[in-house]
């Protein structure tokens, strides 16, 4: 698939996206929406924080015994009638798909959202190959036709409105259709009706796989992951090899979390578990299915005291619609598969680039948002401190940055020193300060001035007034009695001998 | 052609096998075991307990479905007798001037006699002829008619089994979706359904076990609800008892 041309850093990308109006509104109002509905969605279900806390048990477990779980999810899935594949990454998943489709001789293939199949561009490997890749879920397919990548994880085509699809649909349809949502959809179900009766090969994504059954699970409202399912001879599933739950069981509570934290659902329109090809007798489903586990560097989050948390992700995007930066910048300033929160994090931790996780891990406010937010309680902001961490540790901070803070270091270890820089301060800033405010952007003012101004130094600073500010509290302030002066003394005494900390 | 498409299965499932034992072989060792973990235990499993105490009564089950189905834009009735769906099926199909149906070979539709009912309308019974391609009769089809298996009042779901006579493409290519839920079948939680499903052996599943909640929907437009864009956007279901 083709993105364009790609702006390089975050800065660039969000660059492009504040400038686009419609598409900032369009994020903030779908943001909301969602949030909102999560909001009405967990508070008439109730006991939300038991329910977050039996999912984060649930997966935890999962993945700290994955070894046996994906063994006896494979055997099982075997036993089902499944042929069962391992890539360990992207290439080999790609190898295998095309394996696959070659043996078919079949020029289309029907796919139904999966983000793996976006981490692995897949829909350009069939292309070169010269089969067309149709994406069926409304939001996808619009997205396609454009050329371009999803900026939301549930809903694709955020950034698009109504005119700017209706003149997609047209090109397809030949023909001009009026920009009403309603016709638009219409013509994407018989269009796709079409495609989905004329195709060898369904493509499915997999939001959970039960060890117990061999089953896979599929959420969505459209209903166009069951026609993919359904309908074609063949049907390939990626799956990332995280996606296992033990039970059943398990599966009612992650029903639970999932629609909840994506769109505010009780349960999505539909929820199939799909348990190997057709039986003998069935007149429909798939003849023939392949399940195709893939790693892509998730095993590099595992056995990662800092990193493992992130496989319990269940992908329904509420760390998005909560985060103040992804309301903001959009999910294409991101600039990987996955974007918001999880997105700043995974794409680097899958990637194992740490070149690339200085930029990404920045463009966040560390304001836990995301942490609340996330139905397995994922702890988002403290992983995008230890990235910043391992950047600055790797030695991909800034060169500036190291020297400024080692002067800072300097300036704030000696008093007369921070005096006489002090001094300096205020004598410097005459030529710059206007009304209390520095506006200039020179030198290393620019970043944060293009936005916002810096206050200007006071004419006697905190310290310069501290000797006055003393005799005032002393004069004020009634004696301390001899209690008080002794608690305090003993705990002063104990913070000498190591003391205690807080928390 | 055939043979060359068993010997790249066949190959396949050789280098998949091959690949297993250091996939999740690799697995393991990031776990810090040498060996693949053997069966732990299990000590969350499924909801919190509280939630297991949940059972309301049949009127309250009754009342909640059908409030949670309407909720999600899709229609409910209830029917003290199976003759009294009937006329409602009868009813809505001559109403809309369905030409054809398509209904589950299941023996509680088979003794319902919509077809002498419907005598204008040309109406298919699943998997009746093997020979027949059934996919195409039910994405012809103005309405598809089903029993369910078990349906859940709290989030307003059905839920539905394939098997030989009951095609999964009846619930979904129609037009129209016509549910028929036996009042027995109806649960108060998912939970009770999933009991049921992991009490079945493994060799017993069927393919496809499918959970409904609603008309086939999407906000994919400018956020902009659309009913039916690939499933049914209109749906019926019908409680029984």
Request: hydrophobic share 40%; charged share 25%.
């Amino acid at each position: 698939m083709s993105h364009g041309q790609q702006a390089s850093t975050v800065k660039e990308r969000s660059h492009i996206a504040l400038n686009n109006e419609f598409l900032r509104k369009a994020v903030k109002f779908t943001t909301e929406r969602l949030r909102n509905g999560k909001k009405k969605a967990t508070e008439e279900h109730g006991n939300w924080e038991e329910w977050r806390e039996r999912g984060r048990q649930i997966r935890l477990h999962t993945i700290a015994h994955l070894d046996y779980y994906l063994n006896q999810f494979v055997e099982n899935a075997r036993a089902n009638g499944v042929h069962v594949h391992f890539a360990a990454d992207g290439k080999e998943a790609v190898e295998l798909s095309m394996k696959i489709a070659a043996s078919k001789q079949t020029r289309s293939v029907v796919k139904s959202k999966s983000m793996v199949s976006e981490e692995l561009h897949i829909n350009a490997a069939l292309e070169k190959m010269g089969i067309e890749a149709v994406e069926t879920d409304l939001g996808e397919y619009i997205i396609q036709l454009a050329g371009e990548t999803p900026s939301h994880i549930i809903i694709p085509a955020i950034h698009k409105n109504r005119y700017q699809i209706a003149e997609l649909l047209s090109k397809e349809a030949g023909e001009t259709l009026p920009a009403d949502t309603s016709i638009l959809a219409g013509f994407v179900r018989r269009k796709l009706r079409e495609k989905f009766l004329d195709a060898e090969i369904g493509m499915t994504g997999c939001n959970f796989a039960i060890a117990e059954t061999g089953s896979m699970v599929l959420f969505e409202n459209e209903g166009n992951a069951r026609m993919v399912s359904t309908v074609p001879k063949t049907q390939i599933t990626l799956m990332g090899m995280e996606r296992i739950i033990p039970t059943f069981a398990d599966l009612e509570v992650m029903a639970t979390l999932l629609p909840r934290s994506a769109t505010g659902q009780k349960l999505t329109v539909y929820m199939s578990a799909i348990s190997g090809p057709k039986r003998d007798a069935d007149a429909d489903g798939p003849e023939e299915m392949h399940i195709i586990i893939v790693d892509n560097g998730r095993s590099l989050q595992l056995g990662d005291p800092e990193f493992q948390e992130l496989l319990n992700c269940i992908r329904c995007g509420a760390c998005l619609n909560a985060c103040p930066v992804y309301r903001h910048i959009g999910g294409h300033a991101y600039g990987g598969t996955y974007s918001g929160p999880i997105g700043a994090v995974l794409t680097p931790a899958l990637q194992s680039n740490v070149a690339e996780w200085d930029d990404i891990a920045n463009a966040s406010s560390l304001c836990g948002a995301c942490y609340e937010a996330c139905p397995v309680k994922i702890p988002l902001h403290d992983m995008l401190v230890y990235l910043r961490n391992r950047k600055v540790e790797k030695g991909y901070g800034q060169t500036a940055e190291k020297i400024g803070m080692k002067g800072f270091a300097a300036i704030m270890s000696n008093s007369k020193r921070m005096r006489s820089v002090i001094k300096m301060g205020q004598i410097g800033q005459k030529l710059v300060a206007r009304q209390g405010m520095i506006k200039t952007k020179i030198g290393p003012l620019k970043g944060w001035n293009s936005v916002r101004y810096l206050p200007s130094l006071p004419n006697q600073s905190f310290r310069e007034r501290w000797g006055t500010l003393e005799q005032e509290v002393q004069a004020s302030n009634p004696k301390m009695s001899d209690e008080v002066r002794q608690r305090m003394e003993q705990a002063l005494e104990q913070r000498k001998n190591g003391g205690r900390h807080h928390g | 052609m055939a043979d060359q498409e068993l010997t790249l299965l066949e190959q396949l499932e050789k280098e998949s096998r091959a690949k297993q034992a250091k996939f999740i072989g690799g697995i393991a060792e990031k776990l810090g075991r040498k060996d693949i973990a053997q069966k732990p235990q299990h000590p969350f499993r499924g909801a919190p307990d509280f939630w297991n105490q949940l059972n309301w009564t049949q009127e309250e089950k009754i009342e909640r479905f059908m409030d949670n189905w309407q909720s999600v834009g899709g229609h409910a009735a209830r029917f003290q007798t199976m003759e009294e769906a009937k006329q409602f099926i009868v009813d809505r199909a001559n109403e809309f001037g369905a030409r054809h149906m398509i209904r589950q070979n299941q023996p509680e539709l088979n003794e319902l006699g919509l077809e002498e009912a419907l005598p204008e309308t040309d109406i298919r019974v699943w998997n009746s002829d093997p020979e027949e391609y059934w996919k195409a009769h039910a994405a012809g089809a103005d309405i598809g008619v089903a029993v369910v298996d078990h349906a859940i009042a709290y989030t307003g779901t059905i839920t539905v089994l394939s098997s030989p006579d009951k095609g999964r493409s009846v619930t979904l290519l129609p037009t129209v979706m016509m549910a028929i839920i036996p009042v027995e079948r109806l649960k108060t939680r998912m939970g009770e359904v999933m009991e049921k499903i992991d009490g079945m052996r493994r060799e017993d599943l069927p393919a496809g076990i499918h959970f409904i909640t609603g008309p086939s929907r999407s906000s994919d437009i400018e956020n902009d609800l659309t009913i039916g864009v690939h499933g049914p956007g209109i749906v019926y279901a019908l409680i029984v008892g």
